[in-house]
Nanobody, 115 residues
Framework: QEEFVESGGGLVQPGGSLRLSCLVI????????IAWYRQAPGKQRQLVAR???????YYEDSVKGRFTISRDSGASTVYLQVNNLKPEDTAVYYC?????????WGQGTQVTVSA
């Protein structure tokens, strides 16, 4: 059973930046792609960025050019650098497997973008 521990969120003004971290606890880090998802109140959880085991990345259109996903195998950690944040980026950000059956969700990390 894998566990995902998200951190790095916070309050930021429009245009600001954060680096979110996802610690992956388990044995899947090098065997599966990992993705970041986000969910705002009243909205469905949405995949925003994914990195495959071969390093190929995917970004949802609304974050393309602003968000960057990366991984550190030694630290079993996947990062999401979020730049030029907009109010509509406000959500709880989660990580999980990038496809197939997902593992249980972690607590997520809150990103709030407000002036």
């Amino acid at each position: 059973q894998e566990e995902f521990v998200e951190s790095g969120g916070g309050l930021v003004q429009p245009g600001g930046s954060l680096r979110l971290s996802c610690l992956v606890i388990g044995n899947i880090f090098n065997g599966y792609g990992i993705a970041w998802y986000r969910q705002a109140p009243g909205k469905q959880r949405q995949l925003v960025a994914r990195i495959r085991t071969n390093g190929i990345t995917y970004y949802e259109d609304s974050v393309k050019g602003r968000f960057t996903i990366s991984r550190d195998s030694g630290a079993s950690t996947v990062y999401l650098q979020v730049n030029n944040l907009k109010p509509e980026d406000t959500a709880v950000y989660y990580c999980n497997k990038g496809g197939g059956p997902l593992d249980p969700w972690g607590q997520g990390t809150q990103v709030t973008v407000s002036a």
